[in-house]
């Protein structure tokens, strides 16, 4: 189940990470790495392809009030929006991120983290607390790192068109 679906969690922002599809790990590597960084990490849904490539899985961060929903797009609809995609981020690119937007174009993959922040109800009267109060984006941060490293991947944050 997608957390799009689950009304205690909201969509905050949608991050790629951009890599040859040849470095797609297996799903147990994804999930020992996961499991790894923090043992509090909750992951369900965790699906591989049939030779056992990783494809998909929900990983729930309660410690931080976050959720993120990870998967992976391989193929046409990557090898099409690489170069677009470079071409937007050269246009504002900072000089030491230039390295990394050549190398997008041979990106084969995309791996697609949504972030998403808990929903989180405090008195009696049910009101929602305001967005941000309990949510920490470290783990996003620290996931997004090691999934590149490990991918040897490059994180590009598409609603800013930025490379992190």
């Not at 991050?15 to 990490?41: K, T």
Request: proline share 4%; net charge negative.
């Amino acid at each position: 189940m997608s957390l799009f679906e689950n009304d205690e969690y909201q969509w905050r922002e949608t991050y790629f990470v951009l890599f040859d599809a040849e470095r797609l790990p297996s799903a147990s590597v994804i999930e020992d790495l996961l499991r790894n960084l923090n043992r509090n990490y909750e992951l369900r849904d965790i699906r591989s392809s049939d030779d056992g490539r990783f494809e998909s899985l929900t990983l729930f961060s309660p410690d931080d009030y976050v959720a993120m929903d990870l998967s992976c797009i391989t193929g046409e609809e990557v090898k099409e929006q690489v170069t677009e995609l470079a071409e937007q981020l050269r246009a504002t690119a900072a000089p030491e991120e230039l390295d990394a937007i050549q190398r997008i174009p041979q990106c084969t993959a995309r791996l697609e983290v949504y972030h998403f922040e808990q929903l989180v109800f405090v008195g009696s009267s049910g009101e929602m607390d305001e967005p941000d109060d309990f949510m920490d984006p470290g783990s996003l941060l620290v996931i997004l790192d090691k999934i590149a490293e490990l991918f040897d991947g490059i994180v590009v944050d598409p609603q800013t068109n930025s490379i992190l």
